[in-house]
């Protein structure tokens, strides 16, 4: 595998609850060669001091506490334009990885030029621990087989594709998207994941290798 850097952009705010979880698994990934920007957006809980004390055991780690609060878009945003790698990943504060999460979606997108982003197949899992839903792209839900078109159709739809919003990118493509403010509206990641599905093809992996905390109540 090439051993290009990967830059991981951590948001935070008051996420005490889950935050060490994440940055353990994002410690954990057997691919090693990644910097973790952390933005800290003001927090009123302990999230501030768990993130100092992994930064003082890996150098790895860049943390930045905002002088003012941003907001979720804007801090979204930050800690892409911060990125130096040559590939992006966004990270959610009370989700975690598989420790071949990275390994895997970097070896699809070394092997497969023509892809600009590259996501597992993954749990949807409730507070209590328990499985809410499960998105597996195969079958009739492997986005290698859509055309772009149908991408984009998706992307403005229900279909559980926005969560491509948490792959691997090129790095080329996060600058693209992140050089104006990003859409004011409740499914920021839907147009975001459209305006990607515009100038880019999306590589789905089967395996689940990403779990995302949703507090939704039970099915």
Known sequence: ?????????????????????????????TYRNFELIISDDLSQDGTYDICQEFAKRDSRINLIRQKEQLGQLKNFRFVAQKASGDYFMWAAQDDWWHPEFISVLKR?????????????????????????????????????TMSREKVLKLALSKYQIQKFYYGLF???????????????CKAHDRVLVAEAALGARFYSVPDILYKITTYKKPL
Not at 2 to 28: C, D, M, P
């Open 1 to 29: 595998m090439q051993n290009e850097l990967v830059t991981i952009g951590l948001v935070t705010y008051n996420g005490e609850k889950y935050v060490r979880r994440a940055l353990e698994s994002l410690l954990g990934q």
């Open 108 to 144: 699809a997108l070394d092997e497969n030029k023509r892809y600009g982003v590259a996501m597992s197949s993954y749990d949807r899992i409730l507070e209590n621990g328990s499985l809410y839903s499960r998105m597996v792209y195969k079958g009739a839900d492997d986005i290698i």
């Open 170 to 184: 090129r790095a080329p493509i996060i600058k693209s998207l992140c050089s104006r403010p990003f859409p004011s």
